[in-house]
């Protein structure tokens, strides 16, 4: 996964990260503005237990970011419970887990709502794949004691697409 779950949670702890609407994703190469707005930051991060039970408690009670392997068959996800193995260590992107009921996960994507159903898709509970369908019980991360804030972008002369924040 570009930039892994672990090392954007540690971003985060270490100054916050603007709302998007604060400062929106442009798809264009350009540099990081500095700016002060609503934002997010956490204490800290724990990682989830490889094991559906666990992932079932940690979702009950918050969102869980999870790293998945989205090969050819998720990219062109449009409906219906997704069951797709995958070998452990290829996870090549991150998403949001916001649910579960008897037999599937329901995750949100970041690639806009015209991908599967309007940003979300669902995927298969209790895959005979022990990482689960699309490896989604291998690199589960909670953000512990997320609060919103006043935070800063920070600025450098590094090229950038979204929003960084300062650093320590």
């Known amino acids: ?43 800290g991060w724990a990682q989830v237990a490889p ?11 918050q969102p869980v970011a ?32 916001i649910g579960y009921n008897a037999t599937s996960w329901l995750l949100l994507n970041s690639w806009s709502e015209a991908w599967g159903i309007k940003g979300a898709c669902r995927i298969l509970r209790k895959s005979p794949n022990s990482d ?5 019980l291998s690199r589960a991360y909670l953000p512990l004691n997320p609060s919103f804030t006043t935070v800063r972008t920070r600025t450098e002369s590094c090229p950038c697409y979204w ?3 300062k650093s320590p």
Do not use: W
Request: with cysteine.
């Open 1 to 43: 996964m570009g930039g892994t779950i672990p090392k954007v949670f540690d971003f985060v702890m270490r100054g916050g990260v603007v709302l998007e609407s604060a400062y929106p994703y442009t798809g264009k190469r350009g540099f990081c503005q500095d700016i002060k707005a609503k934002g997010l930051t956490i204490e």
């Open 51 to 61: 094991a559906e039970e666990a992932l079932m408690y940690a979702v009950a009670h």
């Open 66 to 97: 999870v790293g998945v392997a989205a090969g050819i068959e998720f990219e062109n996800y449009q409906y219906g419970v997704m069951n797709v193995p995958v070998d452990h260590g290829i996870l090549n992107h991150a998403m949001l887990l």
């Open 132 to 136: 689960g369908s699309i490896g989604i």
């Open 163 to 165: 929003s960084r924040t």
